[in-house]
């Protein structure tokens, strides 16, 4: 009996052992090579805002007095941007809402047990692949992308962990924090030639991480004065940061910018799960390389947001969070980030159909990598005989594909070209996940 009920225990542990080990694994694969596109990219720098916790709807709707809180930004969307909503997913954290924009994928369900604060597997990202990066921002946020860099040319600067007081009466302090911080390492490169000389660089990023709404999120709650009031503050801070970088590139027309956030909050001011108000980010786009706002018809979203927000007659482009990586790629030409998931959103792009056709194609052969590695990682650990490899993308289809593509775009057959690369980037993330999830069908 007592032999009996031993086996029975082992079996079980056993069990509850390959749920965790199916189950809690990395979906990162290494060993693929950094793909870029072949021609000029439009950009020679990017900036990047992100505001954490806001939610789109607390930014683009009208007060009550029909009146926009981020005039700035709004200013933008009706005049010179692209604008629409960032899908998120759950977790709706900090950590991985960043790792998405800036990595291009999405939790790393392994990441759990240093809870969503690091991630335990190295990762390639938008600043890793950049020339140079400077980040402001939160101790939470920042020292993971630098911690991930190949080199020292990841620059961060942080406030203190103490300083992110969720109690605190001011929370847009550390918003001003970052503002300030970066107004006097511009006029530092006014004087320091060789920080000036570096900024002129090509694929520069300079990267804000804006925490003050997230925190006024948990302590007032998304409805507050305080929330609200801390929107303007960033739109304000926002305004005045283009003015002193647009000054210090003398107007070169060479900077992109783009604006979003990590993830929403619900009214009772708490995020991590997928409701609506989690997972709905605003994006918006401009500068050098991004589109215009184009008047369109925004019906195919059926959600009635844009009526809502009075911006039913402009163009509404939403995306995935993870594609808004690949896009800040394009712009300034750095390699698509590794491990990223995202497909270039090509209606932010102001740049002729072949620039749109190789940059997708680059995109296709990124993601058609990492389908590769983990196809041979998972026919390594599998036996022969068991193994049942993707059946919708043979190594044959594959490279009729990427024949195809090649094709067409020597044959400067555009949009065919995308179209294809487009497919192909469907199935290539359809197989990843298949191979991803492979081992859990032996749960059944």
Known sequence: MLLFFLGALTVHVIY???????YFTSPLV??????????????????????????ADRFFELDEHGQTRAPYLRDIIQTRGTWGVSHTRVPTESRPGHVALIAGFYEDVSAVAKGWKENPVEF????????????????DILPMFAKGATGDHVHTYMYSSEEEDFADSDPGKLDNWVFERVEAFVQEAHTNQTLGDALQQRRVVLFLHLLGIDTSGHAY?????????????????????VKLLEEFFQHDGQTAYVFTSDHGMTDWGSHGAGHPSETLTPLLAWGAGVAGPQSGNTQRYMDGFAQEWRLENIR?????????????????????????????PLDYLDNTDGFKAESLFTNARQVVEQFEVKMKQRRETTLSMFFIPYSDLTPSKQ??????????????EYQKAILECGELIDLALKGLHYYHTYDRLFLW
């Not at 290494?30 to 939610?55: C, I, N, Q, W």
């Not at 929330?227 to 801070?237: P, Q």
């Not at 509404?316 to 270039?344: E, H, K, W």
């Not at 490279?399 to 195809?404: G, S």
Request: glycine content about 6%; hydrophobic content about 40%.
């Open 30 to 55: 290494h060993g693929m090579t950094p793909h870029s596109t072949p021609t000029t990219p439009p950009a020679k720098r990017l900036v990047l805002f992100v505001g954490d916790g806001l939610r």
């Open 399 to 412: 490279q009729n594909m990427f024949r195809n593509i090649v094709s067409l775009i020597q044959a400067q």
């Open 124 to 139: 390639d990202s938008v600043f890793n692949q950049s020339k140079e990066t400077w980040a402001w921002g939160s101790p």
């Open 316 to 344: 509404r482009c939403d995306v995935n969070q993870a594609d808004i990586a690949p896009l800040m790629s394009s712009l300034i030409g750095v390699p698509f980030p590794l491990n990223s998931v995202g497909t270039l």
């Open 16 to 22: 509850f052992a390959s749920i965790f080990d199916i």
């Open 221 to 241: 709650r998304p409805m507050s004065r305080e929330y609200l009031e801390n929107i303007r503050m960033v739109d304000a801070g926002i305004q005045k940061t």
